[in-house]
C-alpha cells in the first residue's frame, strides 16, 4: 500500500498531465490510448522530433493527430504530409470532421482549399515544391507529419520525402510515421543526425517502435471451399511451450487435392523436406505469427466476434465449417473455390467484411461481374436503395453521356449488393465512394489490387490473397514478406473486431511452407532510393550554392547507409592488409626476393589459365559452327556411349535452335545434339538420304533408317574431319591449323605474343634465386594465400571507393552536365536564366522539358496540341495496354520528333556523364488527350484506345499538373497556351473529383 506521500504525488503527476495539452488530448479521444502512443505525444509535446514504426491498424495516425492539435493550440502551422492524393483527401476530411474546415485546407495537385490555414493536409511533393520555391505559407511553421514515411523506399517518388526531411528548418518538429521496419532504430539514427543535435543525442528524435498488432490476426489457407488455419501449437499446455507448425491437415488436405488434380508441388521443382516442418523463423506472436491456442487466445472477452453476431464457429480448431465439400460443382479446375463461394464462405463465418486482392484490374472487375451472375446480395434491398440515391447524389456532376462508358450502372448494382471493385482504374470519384461506404461497413466484400494498401483507411474483418504472385512493373514477382504483412494488415478493425484474419487461396502450385514464411517474417528493412536529379541540383545550388548543396547531400538517408556499410568494409580491409603482412613475412626467403618470384610465378599460372580458356572458347565455337553447317542426312561420328557410334542428321519442322541438331542414333534413338556433347568438332563419316515422309515419332520410321545408316556406313571414314572454319570436308588439325588457331587475337593480344610471354616468364623463374631454394614449395604456399588475399582485398577497397560520397559524386556529375547545356554557369556555381526556368520543373523528364522551352518546340501548338504533345511526357503504358499509333495533327506528330530527338541528345550526353538515363517518351495517349482537349466526348476518346477510363482521367491530371509547371516557366506566349490547355483538358470527368 503507498503512502500518503506517495498517493499525493500521484495525484500531482495526474492532475499536471490532465491540465497538459498531451493529457487533454488523450482526454478528448473517448478511448484509452496504447503505452507507445503515450510515449510518442509526451515526446511530441517535449519538442521532440518523433519516428513511430508499427503495424498497420495499430493507431500511429493519433500521434500525428496530436502534432495537428497541439499547433492549433500554441498558435503554430502544421502540414500534413501523405504520399498519395487519395489519403491526402481522406486525411483532410478526418482533420475537417475534428476541427473544422476553417482550420484546415488540403493542397494536392488538383485541389488547393484554404491553403493558408493553420493545418494544410498535402502530397509530399507539394511541400518539396513549396521549399524550393520559398513559398510565404512556410511561415509560422511548427509541425509537419510525414505519414507512411517508408514511402522513401518507393524507386519512383521515395526521394521527395528525403528532400523534405533534409530542407525542413531545424525548428519544424517532423513526425515521422512508418509501417514496421527492421532497421527503425538506423532511420532514427539518421533523422537525428540531420533533424536534430547528433546522431548520440536521442532527444533531438525519439524512436519508438512497437511490434504488437490491437488486433491480433490469424493465418489461414482455403483448400476448395474448407478453411484450415495455416498453424497449429503442438505440446506444451496448448498455448504456450509448444512446437508450432504448419497445420498437418492442411498438408493432408492439399495432399489429396493435388492427387485429385494429377498435379504435385514436385512436379513444379518444389523442395521436399520434412513433412509440415516449418522452414525459417516464426514468431509466436504479434502481427502475423500463428495461433497459439487453438481456440480462443487473443479474442477479448468471452471469445466475441466485435458488433456482428454471425461469429465462426467456436470449436475452430483446425478446420472451419465443411459442409462444401471438395469437388463441390462450381469450385473450379485444380481445387480453387470461385470468388462468389468465397465470398458465401465468409459471410457463412461471420468473417466479412473482406477485401480480396487479385492484383489484376480486369479480375477485380470480373469478381464484380460474377458476384452479380450469381444473385449474390451481402446488405438488406433497403440499404441498397439507399446507396443507389447516394452514389446518384455523387455522380451528378458527370455527364450522363459519360456514365454509360464508366460502367456507372454495374457499379452502381453491385454497390446495392453490398460488393465492388477498387483499383487505379476506376474514376478517381468511384473509388472514393467505395472508400467511404466499405469504411462506412454499408459494402461487405471489395476486391483490389494492391494499391489500396497503401495507407488508404479501409480496414477489414477479413483479407484474401488469391495469389502469391504480382506484377511489379517490370515482371510477376512473388510477393515479398513485407508486401504480405502490408496486405493481410488490413485485417481486423480496432475497436470493431477483437481478431483479423488473413487467407490465401490454395491453388496449384501454391506451397504451403511457402505461404507460412511470408506470414512469418518479421525482416523489413527500409532502404532510401534517393539520387538527385536535374531539377533538384539547380534547386540546391540557387539555395545553398554549390559548395553547401554538395555538403547537403551527403547527409541523406542514401549516404548515412551508404557509409554505414563502408565502416564494415573499411574494417575488413584492415584486417585483411595485416594478414598479407603475416603471409609476406611467412614466404620469405633467404635466397632471394620470395615476394617477386610469387609475383613470377602467379603471372605465369594467370596467364596460362587465361590461354587455357581461350583454346576451350575456340573450340567451342569450332563445334557451334560445325553444327549450325551439317546438313539433313549428313551421318557424324559420335563419342560413344550408349546413343551409338554415328548418328544422321533429321529434318526439324519449324525453327531450330542455334548451335542444336536432331539426330537418330545408331542405336535408333532420337537425340538433341548440342555444342555441350562435343569434346571436339563433329566428324563426318558420311552422307544419307532422309525420306521425306519419315516420322520420328514412327518406331518402325527409326528402326528402318537406323538400319540403313548402320548398312551404308559401316566405318568411319578415315582423317576427315568438319572444318567449321573453311566449310568443308579436311584432314586431321596439323600444326599449321594450330598455328594459324593460335595466331588470333583477343582483347588486342595476339596469342603469339601469350606464348612468348609465357616463355619469358618461364625464363625468369628459373633464374631466379629462390627457385633453388629447397623450401620453394613451402614459400609458394604462403605466397599463394597473400595473392588470394590481395585480390580480395583490392575487390574491398574498389568497393569502399564506390560507395564513399556517392550522392555527392552523382550531384557533381549532374552539376557539370547542367554547367555544359547552359542551366549551370561555366563554373557551376550559378543558376543561370535558363536555370531558373528548369527550377519549376519537376517531372521525371526535366531536363526534355526545359531543352523544348529552350527551343520553342511548343511555341507554334494550339491548345489541344500542346496538351497532346505533353501528355508524352508522363504517359508509361501498361504491359496490357493497347498503344495508339496516331497522332492528332501533323504538328503533333513534328513536335513530338523533335521531343523525342531532344530526349536522345539528352540520353547520350548522361551517359557521357556517367548519369543514368530517363525512360523514352510515350506517345499512346496523343490522339486520345488531343480529342479530349478539343471537347470530344469521352465516348469517342476511349474507343479503340485500350485505355481504361480511371487510367485515362488519372494521366489527364498528370498532364495538368505538368501543364501548370510549363505555364509558370515559360515564355508568355506558350505560358498562355499552357493555362488554356489545362482548362480544356480540366473539364467533365476530370474536373469531378475535385473536392469544393
Known sequence: MSSPAERYAMSRARAAWESSPAGRFATSLGFELDPFQLDAIRAVQGGSGVLVAAPTGAGKTVVGEFAVALALETGRKAFYTTPIKALSNQKYHDLVARHGSANVGLLTGDASINGEAPVVVMTTEVLRNMMYAASPTLEGLGFVVMDEVHYLADRFRGAVWEEVIIHLPPSVQVISLSATVSNAEEFGDWLRSVRGRGEDDADSMAVIVAEHRPVPLWQHMMVGTRMFDLFVTEGGDGRRDGTT?????????????????????????????????????????????????????????????????????????????????????????????????????????????????????????????????????????????????????????????????????????????????????????????????????????????????????????????????????????????????????RAGRRGIDVEGHGVVLWRRGVDPMEVAGLASTRTYPLRSSFRPSSNMAVNLVAQYGRERAHELLQSSFAQFQADRSVVGLATRVKENLRALDGYAEAMSCDRGDFREYGRLRHELSELEKKQARRRQAQRRADIGEALDELSIGDVIQLEGGRKGTMAVVLPVKGNRSAFERTVLTSNGSVQQLTIAGFRDVPEVIGTLKVPGHFNARSPKARKDLAAAMREKVREPMPGRRYDARAGSARGGTDGAGRADADARSDGGTPYRSAEARVDDLRRQLTAHPSHACPDREEHARWAARWWQLRKETDDLQRRVAERTNTVAKTFERICDLLSELGYLTPDGQEVTLEGQRLRRIYTELDLVVAEALRRGSWDRLAPADLAAAVSALVHESRGDELVDPRMPTVDVEEVIGEMGAIWREVTSLKSAHDLEGDRELDAGIAWMVHRWASGRGLDEVLRDGGMSAGDFVRRCKQVVDLLGQVAQAAEPSVARTARRASDAVMRGVVAADRLD
Request: hydrophobic share 35%; charged share 30%; aromatic share 6%.
Open 245 to 489: 507448425r504448419v497445420n498437418p491437415e492442411l498438408l493432408d488436405r492439399i495432399s489429396q487435392a493435388e492427387r485429385s488434380t494429377g498435379w504435385s508441388r514436385e512436379d513444379a521443382g518444389a523442395p521436399r523436406g520434412r513433412r509440415g516442418a516449418v522452414r525459417g523463423r516464426y514468431a509466436t506472436h504479434g502481427p502475423a505469427g500463428p495461433r497459439r491456442g487453438g481456440r480462443g487466445e487473443g479474442r477479448g472477452e468471452g471469445g466475441r466476434r466485435g458488433r456482428d453476431d454471425r461469429g465462426p464457429r467456436e470449436d475452430r480448431g483446425r478446420r472451419y465449417d465443411d459442409a462444401v465439400p471438395f469437388g463441390e460443382r462450381g469450385v473450379l479446375p485444380g481445387g480453387v473455390a470461385s470468388r462468389a463461394q468465397v465470398i458465401d464462405r465468409l459471410d457463412r463465418e461471420g468473417l466479412l467484411p473482406a477485401i480480396t486482392f487479385i492484383f489484376s484490374r480486369a479480375g477485380c472487375d470480373s469478381a464484380v461481374q460474377q458476384l452479380l451472375g450469381r444473385g449474390t446480395r451481402l446488405i438488406p434491398e433497403e440499404e441498397g436503395r439507399r446507396i443507389r440515391d447516394r452514389v446518384a447524389r455523387r455522380a451528378a456532376e458527370v455527364d450522363p453521356a459519360d456514365l454509360g462508358v464508366l460502367g456507372y450502372h454495374d457499379f452502381v448494382e453491385g454497390l446495392t449488393r453490398g460488393f465492388a471493385a477498387h483499383h487505379a482504374g476506376m474514376l478517381p470519384l468511384f473509388r472514393e465512394t467505395v472508400e467511404e461506404l466499405f469504411t462506412e461497413g454499408r459494402v461487405r466484400a471489395v476486391f483490389a489490387t494492391e494499391t489500396l494498401a497503401l495507407g488508404i483507411n479501409m480496414p477489414a474483418r477479413t483479407v484474401v490473397l488469391e495469389k502469391l504472385v504480382k506484377f511489379n512493373g517490370e515482371t510477376h514477382a512473388p510477393v515479398t514478406p513485407a508486401e504480405y504483412t502490408q496486405l493481410t494488415g
